[in-house]
């Protein structure tokens, strides 16, 4: 089993530049979310979506946006970076959609350095 | 803002003693969960304890949870080399809008010694 899948694994992009950073998940899970992890810090939510169809803000959108192309599939795009996006990128899946008690599964994360 | 809070940030002991790692948080939550990451991996879910549950038990981990301080605690016992990660506590938050969203520690980094 793949779990979550995540692409690329490592990038570097110049200062204005866009990408689409990829995940997907194979267990049927309802919610995906993307984190960005900087160093000596723990994670903070990007964006998040609860179900097929809906997305919605974290604590850190500015400068993203999200697509949930479908059940399995949660894309973040920067549409022109900047340094201060270099970071860790990690996307999680859980089960449900709601306020149950559902662990998270992580990706192995894409590694973004913007020059 | 980082909800959770870890203490220590940094521990390092000899394999075979026992490693105990505290966590807090502000608001109130649904649960409170435990991750491990390697270096360079993403994170692995540990254990996750229910706001109405105060010890859970894993294998070699025991995680408490004293809701009225708002704090947590995760112990591995008889630590091996292998344990050697960062971990992270992750608060979900209660609210009917929480959505399973975490706000996570920003973690302790232990390292086992063999």
């Known amino acids: 089993n793949a779990g979550v899948t995540q692409t690329p694994k490592f990038q570097v992009l110049k200062t204005g530049q866009s990408m689409t950073l990829q995940c997907a998940q194979d267990?049927?899970?309802?919610?995906m979310y993307w984190y960005r992890q900087d160093p000596g810090m723990g994670l903070r939510l990007i964006y998040y979506?609860?179900?097929?169809?809906?997305?919605d803000k974290g604590e850190v959108p500015n400068g993203y946006n999200v697509s949930r192309l479908n059940k399995r599939e949660f894309s973040l795009r920067l549409e022109s970076a900047a340094p201060s996006q270099t970071s860790v990128y990690f996307c999680?899946?859980?089960?449900?959609?709601?306020?149950?008690?559902?662990?998270?599964?992580f990706g192995d994360g894409t590694r973004l350095s913007i020059l | 803002s980082q909800q959770g809070e870890e203490d220590p940030q940094a521990l390092s002991i000899q394999e075979g003693e026992n490693a105990t790692m505290n966590c807090s948080y502000k608001t109130s939550i649904n649960n409170l969960q435990w991750y491990r990451q390697n270096s360079g991996r993403g994170l692995v879910h540990l254990i996750l304890?229910?706001?109405?549950?105060r010890e859970k038990h894993s294998g070699r981990l025991r995680v408490t949870l004293d809701t009225s301080k708002k704090s947590s605690s995760l112990l591995i016992t008889a630590s091996r080399a292998a344990d050697t990660a960062s971990y992270f506590c992750?608060?979900?938050?209660?609210?009917?809008?929480?959505?399973?969203?975490?706000?996570f520690g920003q973690g302790t980094i232990l390292t086992v010694h063999p």
């Open positions: 999680a899946s859980r089960e449900g959609s709601g306020a149950g008690n559902w662990p998270q599964h």
């Open positions: 267990m049927n899970h309802n919610s």
């Open positions: 992750a608060a979900n938050n209660a609210g009917g809008t929480s959505y399973g969203k975490l706000t």
């Open positions: 304890i229910r706001s109405n549950e």
């Open positions: 979506s609860a179900s097929e169809g809906t997305t």
